[in-house]
């Protein structure tokens, strides 16, 4: 039978996790799963895999409900949701 792994001594207090996640917003977890998704696409190096990321976060941005992010985010959304198109009509591969 497997014998469990000792705890650690010093734990992370969840106190100290939630004052580190009070500082963040629904804007900042989308906006890092945009770049790290853009990080993702980018060795594939194909512009369309490119603008469906951008067009799919610009229509993430804009449903994304308006009371839980400021409204800069929705302005970037608007933003991404015209570039992504433009990105697709220009792509060769």
């Known amino acids: ?21 009070l500082d963040y917003h629904l804007g900042h977890v989308l906006l890092l799963a945009f770049v790290v998704s853009l990080l993702g696409a980018a060795p594939l190096k194909s512009r369309k895999v490119i603008a469906m990321v951008v ?6 941005f804009l449903m994304a409900p308006f009371t839980t992010l400021p409204p800069e985010y929705v302005l970037f959304g608007i933003g991404l949701a ?4 433009l990105l697709w009509t220009t792509a060769d591969s």
């Open 55 to 60: 067009m799919g976060f610009g229509a993430i």
């Open 1 to 21: 039978m497997r014998e469990s792994l000792p705890l650690p001594d010093k734990m992370l207090s969840p106190l100290t996790i939630d004052a580190f996640l």
């Open 82 to 85: 015209v570039v992504g198109p």
